[in-house]
């Protein structure tokens, strides 16, 4: 077990890099250190020797990936890419292009989106297997039927729609909650109401329609129809039965989403005005700030490789036949 | 009657709603007696299984009870409301299912399973669950039944889990057990058991046993009636003695004659031509009468009455209903001789020579390599020009693993293969690839093996396309025509896909794609065990037509003794990845010298009741080829072994020409 999780853990590192490379090259299609700069200066008429000093000071005076003018291994190593992506491997994320400390920011901003994530997470996981559980107890009735076009319906409206609609009518209309906006401690309940239900319901169409799907697929079991034969009430097949066999995908489906959370949402946080990572992800794109997107990728990338290690441990948690190896 | 137990009164079953729905039951009459094992006979897709769940009401939601009356003991089983047949249900009725490997829970202990339903029915042990689950699992022969109580299906071999299940049935102390098809999936050695367990209980606890299956065999050994099920419909019943001796029904007859055996060998298997006609309809006249031999006018346009003519013997045609009843040829079931076609001294095509297969087993963050999975340990095999070599042994004994290797899908890890003078593991690229063209194979499940996206033509070109045999476009077509006509098809299936046939008619398309590139030997891999008896008669007689037309070897792997003895020549024995006894069939069936050779037949279920063989049987499973026992690796189950049989493996010792076994009993 330990041996495969450190294994895995070993896999993970050329993904990284691969990520790593993707994204700064990606990043560097579009942009030029000389755009970085003029951006950071501010756009207009700067004299080059300002450029090239911040270029020096932040880093970026050296060629992107190759050095030809160096030799040896430092052909490869001085370079702007090895320089930045060395320290983000010792999870040393520095200092942003602005100067701002990068994972002072994180520390401080994960938070936020935290709490959003996680109430959402929670609430829409009962609210979705509570509801699959009873159309799956009316499997193959009318109710069945207009459940799942219910579902289709609600999974074919953009998230968007939920959230403008959903401050609209809550915030503008009823003046129940405030549109937008963040307040520590708790103060900001008021704030996150709101992007939580409105999370929850956006989550319900797909939700609900792919745990029926995993329910009604255990029910047609043969081991089902065995502890049928054993004269079970329906009640006990369900819940003791089928629950424990369809919750296997259900909870790994879960934890690998679980690291994930710190992420936040780019969109929601930036509907709802809440300083969390999505919403200074977006903010980074938007000034070209090199650094912290780096650093988000590479953390979104470490938390997904950890998401799949951590669903490969629930497994053998869960299901008896599963063991690592 | 007091004695009956269970009585079943013009059952209708359908399935589906609608315009046309499914007449799986059609007014099905039974009656079942106290302590009695009452057999359900018929082929794939009568409604044996339809029967079974319907007295339990376990129906499928599309299926509904439309007319009929079922009664156990007094209680009307139609008219209770769903909480009190809970009751019922695992209560004075149990039942076990066709595929032990996927009717437990996968995530609960067995313990746990059985201990449900002792907490449902069993008032009397409430206080003390536990001690009774440990009791159910010691009554169906689980060994070490403390430790077995925590652990999970999936550590358990397939018998043992149909044990488990067994249990689960019990808890409630049944009056009826009903079993769809309990030992199916089974290996015979282990069947064997199932069957001994389950008339054990009988007689301890005197209940009565509802056993469907499609194995005339199964049948003779164990029942006291049998009822014969055809299209949704009863068509024969009788006691199993009188059922075996003078079989009524044109349908039951053609049964008998479509087992294969060696007394059949010289002649043409009976087939059941066509199939089950569909069941979505009214009929007008006999369900049977497209492929009835005997079909007379009348049969067509009205249906046969029920014909009681005995207490207890029943038939439904219209030759029984005159006087002049029982014109049928009595069915021969004594020993026929062997037909010694073996005349001319046979040239050996195929020659392997100690070939192994062993899979690495990796662990580790490195992933080393800390053992191996023997599958095949040494291999010897000689097949000649136009014979048949049949590789017989239990599932896991390593005889696919075998056919792979031959055919370089596998990799050997050691041995030779030699074919017709080429050495084939060291054959590479180009020259194996031609080669290929002269070794085919045929595998189980015609339908896994074709891309259901081909049409026929394509599936039957493919290999003539690869090899660059078969000429041009229009040649092939020809070509195409000519092999589908070998296989007994119309030229028209060249233009329907897969889907549209039947098993057995896809298995002749995976015939004829095999024949396409003129291959010299074929390796068939349990070509009929998906098939019913009666269709696999057709194979069988269509893979021996062709071996005499063309010449053909075949390698024949199969767990079915049946099928040996009436196709092959010489037999190999496998255990747990080793030759044990090998022999032309004469030699290997008539006098088996190995100990575990002599278990195998003597588990054969024979289609003769009352013929009291000696049964040896044997305890427990095969053991894993990853840790194969030390000496002899049979010496754990053979009920001959001695002190020296765990010291080291024996020799093959030749007692003729073609025969050798590996047994110390031999060695002097
Ligand atoms: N779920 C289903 N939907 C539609 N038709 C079905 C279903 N299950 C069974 N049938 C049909 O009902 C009829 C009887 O089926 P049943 O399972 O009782 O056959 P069986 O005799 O048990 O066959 P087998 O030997 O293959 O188990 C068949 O025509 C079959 O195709
Ligand atoms: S009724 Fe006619 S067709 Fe049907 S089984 Fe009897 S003889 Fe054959
Ligand atoms: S060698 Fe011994 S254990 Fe093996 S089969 Fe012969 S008698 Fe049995
Ligand atoms: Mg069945």
Same mark, same amino acid.
């Given at each position: 077990?330990?041996?495969?999780?450190?294994?895995?853990?070993?896999?993970?590192?050329?993904?990284?890099?691969?990520?790593?490379?993707?994204?700064?090259?990606?990043?560097?299609?579009?942009?030029?250190?000389?755009?970085?700069?003029?951006?950071?200066?501010?756009?207009?008429?700067?004299?080059?020797?300002?450029?090239?000093?911040?270029?020096?000071?932040?880093?970026?005076?050296?060629?992107? !990936?190759?050095?030809?003018?160096?030799?040896?291994?430092?052909?490869?190593?001085?370079?702007?890419?090895?320089?930045?992506?060395?320290?983000?491997?010792?999870?040393?994320?520095?200092?942003?292009?602005?100067?701002?400390?990068?994972?002072? =920011?994180?520390?401080?901003?994960?938070?936020? *989106?935290?709490?959003?994530?996680?109430?959402?997470?929670?609430?829409?996981?009962?609210?979705?297997?509570?509801?699959?559980?009873?159309?799956?107890?009316?499997?193959?009735?009318?109710?069945?039927?207009?459940?799942?076009?219910?579902?289709?319906?609600?999974?074919?409206?953009?998230?968007?729609?939920?959230?403008?609609?959903?401050?609209?009518?809550?915030?503008?209309?009823?003046? !129940?909650?405030?549109?937008?906006?963040?307040?520590?401690?708790?103060?900001?309940?008021?704030? !996150?109401?709101?992007?939580?239900?409105?999370?929850?319901?956006?989550?319900?169409?797909?939700?609900?329609?792919?745990?029926?799907?995993?329910?009604?697929?255990?029910?047609?079991?043969?081991?089902?129809?065995?502890?049928?034969?054993?004269?079970? *009430?329906?009640?006990?097949?369900?819940?003791?039965?089928?629950?424990?066999?369809?919750?296997?995908?259900?909870?790994?489906?879960?934890?690998?989403?679980?690291?994930?959370?710190?992420?936040?949402?780019?969109?929601?946080?930036?509907?709802?005005?809440?300083?969390?990572?999505?919403?200074?992800?977006?903010?980074?794109?938007?000034?070209? =700030?090199?650094?912290?997107?780096?650093?988000?990728?590479?953390?979104?990338?470490?938390?997904?490789?950890?998401?799949?290690?951590?669903?490969?441990?629930?497994?053998?948690?869960? =299901?008896?036949?599963?063991?690592?190896? | 009657?007091?004695?009956?137990?269970?009585?079943?009164?013009?059952?209708?079953?359908?399935?589906?709603?609608?315009?046309?729905?499914?007449?799986?039951?059609?007014?099905?009459?039974?009656?079942?007696?106290?302590?009695?094992?009452?057999?359900? $006979?018929?082929?794939? #897709?009568? #409604?044996?299984?339809?029967?079974?769940?319907?007295?339990?009401?376990?129906?499928?939601?599309?299926?509904?009870?439309? %007319?009929?009356?079922?009664?156990? /003991?007094?209680?009307?089983?139609?008219?209770?409301?769903?909480?009190?047949?809970?009751?019922?249900?695992?209560?004075?009725?149990?039942?076990?299912?066709?595929?032990?490997?996927?009717?437990?829970?996968?995530?609960?202990?067995?313990?746990?399973?059985?201990?449900?339903?002792?907490?449902?029915?069993?008032?009397?042990?409430?206080?003390?669950?536990?001690?009774?689950?440990?009791?159910?699992?010691?009554?169906? /022969?689980?060994?070490?039944?403390?430790?077995?109580?925590?652990?999970?299906?999936?550590?358990?071999?397939?018998?043992?889990?149909?044990?488990?299940?067994?249990?689960?049935?019990?808890?409630?102390?049944?009056?009826?057990?009903?079993?769809?098809? &309990?030992?199916?999936?089974?290996?015979?050695?282990?069947?064997?058991?199932?069957?001994?367990?389950?008339?054990?209980?009988?007689?301890?606890?005197?209940?009565?046993?509802?056993?469907?299956?499609?194995?005339?065999?199964?049948?003779?050994?164990?029942?006291?009636?049998?009822?014969?099920?055809?299209?949704?419909?009863?068509?024969?019943?009788?006691?199993?003695?009188?059922?075996?001796?003078?079989?009524?029904?044109?349908?039951?007859?053609?049964?008998?004659?479509?087992?294969? /055996?060696?007394?059949?060998?010289?002649?043409?298997?009976?087939?059941?031509?066509?199939?089950?006609?569909?069941?979505?309809?009214?009929?007008?006249?006999?369900?049977?009468?497209?492929?009835?031999?005997?079909?007379?006018?009348?049969?067509?346009?009205?249906?046969?009455?029920?014909?009681?003519?005995?207490?207890?013997?029943?038939?439904?045609?219209?030759?029984?209903?005159?006087?002049?009843?029982?014109?049928?040829?009595?069915?021969?079931? @004594?020993?026929?001789?062997?037909?010694?076609?073996?005349?001319? &001294?046979?040239?050996? $095509?195929?020659?392997?020579?100690?070939?192994?297969?062993?899979?690495?087993?990796?662990?580790?963050?490195?992933?080393?390599?800390?053992?191996?999975?023997?599958?095949?340990?040494?291999?010897?095999?000689?097949?000649?020009?136009?014979?048949?070599?049949?590789?017989?042994?239990?599932?896991?004994?390593?005889?696919?693993?075998?056919?792979?290797? +031959?055919?370089?899908?596998?990799?050997?890890?050691?041995?030779?293969?030699?074919?017709?003078?080429?050495?084939?593991?060291?054959?590479?690229?180009?020259?194996?690839?031609?080669?290929?063209?002269?070794?085919?194979?045929?595998?189980?499940?015609?339908?896994?093996?074709?891309?259901?996206?081909?049409?026929?033509?394509?599936? +039957?070109?493919?290999?003539?396309?690869?090899?660059?045999?078969?000429?041009?476009?229009?040649?092939?077509?020809?070509?195409?025509?000519?092999?589908? #006509?070998?296989?007994?098809?119309?030229?028209?299936?060249?233009?329907?896909?897969?889907?549209?046939?039947? /098993?057995?008619?896809?298995?002749?398309?995976?015939?004829?794609?095999?024949?396409?590139?003129?291959?010299?030997?074929?390796?068939?891999?349990?070509?009929?065990?998906?098939?019913?008896?009666?269709?696999?008669?057709?194979?069988?007689?269509?893979?021996?037509?062709?071996?005499?037309?063309? @010449?053909?070897?075949?390698?024949?792997?199969?767990?079915?003794?049946?099928?040996?003895?009436?196709?092959?020549?010489?037999?190999?024995?496998?255990?747990?990845?080793?030759?044990?006894?090998? @022999?032309?069939?004469?030699?290997?069936?008539?006098?088996?010298?190995? &100990?575990?050779?002599?278990?195998?037949?003597?588990?054969?279920?024979?289609?003769? &009741?009352? #013929?009291?063989?000696?049964?040896?049987?044997?305890?427990? %499973?095969?053991?894993?080829?990853?840790?194969?026992?030390?000496?002899?690796?049979?010496?754990?189950?053979?009920?001959?072994?001695?002190?020296?049989?765990?010291?080291?493996?024996?020799?093959?010792?030749?007692?003729?020409?073609?025969?050798?076994?590996?047994?110390?009993?031999?060695?002097?």
């Amino acid at each position: 077990m330990m041996a495969y999780i450190v294994r895995r853990a070993l896999y993970g590192i050329p993904i990284l890099i691969g990520v790593n490379v993707i994204t700064f090259m990606l990043f560097f299609v579009v942009n030029s250190p000389e755009d970085m700069a003029r951006m950071h200066l501010g756009m207009k008429r700067v004299a080059p020797e300002a450029i090239q000093k911040w270029k020096q000071e932040h880093g970026y005076d050296k060629p992107l !990936l190759y050095n030809a003018a160096a030799s040896g291994t430092e052909s490869l190593t001085d370079t702007i890419f090895f320089e930045k992506s060395i320290k983000l491997f010792q999870f040393e994320f520095g200092s942003s292009d602005s100067g701002r400390d990068i994972g002072y =920011d994180i520390s401080q901003r994960m938070w936020p *989106s935290l709490a959003i994530a996680v109430p959402t997470l929670i609430v829409g996981l009962a609210i979705n297997i509570t509801f699959a559980l009873l159309i799956a107890f009316f499997r193959a009735t009318y109710i069945d039927y207009w459940s799942v076009v219910l579902c289709v319906v609600m999974m074919s409206i953009s998230a968007l729609f939920y959230i403008i609609g959903g401050q609209y009518v809550v915030s503008k209309l009823l003046h !129940l909650v405030p549109v937008s906006g963040y307040d520590t401690g708790l103060g900001a309940v008021k704030f !996150l109401i709101l992007p939580v239900i409105i999370g929850v319901i956006g989550g319900i169409g797909s939700g609900t329609r792919w745990y029926r799907t995993l329910f009604l697929e255990e029910i047609n079991k043969d081991y089902v129809r065995t502890a049928r034969s054993k004269g079970l *009430s329906e009640n006990r097949v369900l819940f003791q039965h089928v629950l424990k066999n369809a919750m296997i995908p259900i909870l790994t489906g879960v934890v690998v989403i679980l690291p994930l959370l710190f992420m936040g949402s780019l969109i929601t946080e930036n509907f709802f005005g809440i300083p969390g990572l999505g919403s200074y992800t977006i903010e980074a794109i938007n000034r070209q =700030d090199f650094a912290i997107v780096r650093s988000m990728v590479f953390l979104g990338s470490v938390l997904y490789i950890l998401g799949l290690i951590l669903t490969d441990i629930s497994y053998t948690l869960v =299901d008896p036949r599963v063991r690592l190896s | 009657m007091s004695d009956t137990l269970l009585r079943i009164k013009n059952l209708k079953t359908w399935l589906g709603r609608g315009a046309a729905p499914v007449r799986a039951i059609d007014g099905i009459d039974l009656e079942i007696k106290k302590g009695e094992t009452f057999a359900l $006979l018929g082929e794939s #897709g009568c #409604g044996k299984s339809m029967t079974a769940l319907s007295i339990m009401r376990l129906l499928p939601p599309i299926g509904r009870i439309v %007319d009929g009356s079922i009664h156990l /003991g007094e209680t009307s089983l139609l008219d209770l409301p769903e909480n009190r047949m809970r009751n019922e249900r695992g209560g004075r009725m149990g039942m076990i299912f066709q595929e032990p490997m996927t009717s437990l829970n996968p995530v609960l202990t067995v313990g746990a399973q059985i201990a449900e339903a002792v907490r449902i029915h069993d008032a009397s042990q409430q206080q003390d669950v536990e001690t009774r689950v440990v009791e159910l699992l010691k009554a169906v /022969g689980i060994p070490d039944p403390e430790q077995r109580f925590g652990e999970y299906p999936h550590q358990l071999s397939g018998g043992m889990k149909q044990r488990v299940v067994i249990a689960m049935a019990l808890a409630g102390r049944p009056q009826l057990l009903i079993a769809d098809e &309990p030992t199916t999936a089974l290996d015979v050695t282990i069947q064997a058991q199932v069957l001994a367990l389950m008339k054990q209980l009988q007689q301890e606890s005197g209940m009565a046993i509802l056993l469907i299956t499609h194995d005339l065999g199964v049948v003779a050994e164990v029942a006291d009636r049998v009822a014969v099920m055809y299209a949704g419909q009863i068509v024969e019943t009788a006691p199993c003695k009188a059922f075996f001796q003078t079989p009524r029904h044109p349908y039951s007859q053609k049964l008998f004659h479509s087992i294969p /055996g060696r007394d059949k060998r010289s002649e043409r298997l009976a087939v059941i031509e066509g199939t089950v006609p569909p069941l979505d309809q009214e009929f007008s006249g006999c369900r049977f009468a497209d492929r009835c031999d005997a079909v007379m006018l009348i049969c067509r346009h009205q249906p046969p009455q029920w014909d009681q003519y005995a207490e207890g013997q029943g038939v439904r045609c219209h030759l029984q209903e005159g006087a002049e009843a029982a014109v049928e040829q009595p069915v021969s079931l @004594g020993e026929g001789s062997v037909a010694v076609a073996e005349n001319s &001294p046979p040239t050996p $095509l195929l020659g392997v020579n100690d070939l192994k297969v062993h899979f690495p087993i990796h662990k580790g963050i490195f992933r080393r390599v800390v053992g191996h999975v023997r599958a095949v340990d040494g291999v010897s095999l000689e097949i000649p020009v136009g014979q048949t070599l049949a590789v017989v042994g239990e599932s896991g004994c390593g005889k696919t693993t075998v056919g792979k290797a +031959i055919l370089q899908l596998i990799k050997p890890t050691a041995g030779q293969v030699r074919f017709d003078g080429d050495e084939l593991t060291r054959l590479r690229g180009e020259a194996l690839r031609r080669r290929r063209a002269d070794l085919q194979i045929i595998f189980q499940d015609p339908m896994a093996s074709m891309n259901p996206r081909m049409l026929v033509r394509n599936i +039957i070109e493919e290999g003539m396309l690869a090899q660059g045999v078969g000429g041009h476009a229009a040649e092939r077509q020809i070509r195409v025509a000519q092999l589908l #006509g070998q296989v007994g098809l119309p030229a028209s299936a060249a233009d329907r896909y897969p889907h549209e046939f039947s /098993g057995g008619q896809r298995q002749r398309i995976c015939v004829a794609r095999a024949l396409a590139v003129e291959p010299r030997l074929i390796i068939c891999d349990e070509p009929t065990s998906a098939l019913d008896v009666s269709v696999q008669a057709q194979i069988l007689n269509l893979l021996q037509a062709l071996q005499q037309q063309l @010449g053909l070897s075949y390698l024949f792997i199969t767990h079915d003794i049946a099928v040996v003895a009436y196709l092959a020549h010489e037999v190999a024995v496998m255990y747990l990845g080793r030759v044990v006894e090998r @022999g032309t069939v004469a030699e290997v069936l008539d006098d088996p010298q190995h &100990p575990y050779t002599q278990a195998l037949l003597s588990a054969v279920p024979v289609a003769e &009741p009352g #013929g009291k063989r000696k049964r040896i049987h044997l305890e427990g %499973d095969m053991p894993s080829p990853s840790n194969p026992p030390a000496g002899c690796h049979f010496h754990p189950r053979c009920p001959q072994a001695m002190e020296r049989c765990q010291k080291s493996y024996p020799k093959a010792i030749s007692l003729s020409e073609t025969r050798a076994v590996s047994c110390l009993l031999l060695e002097q």
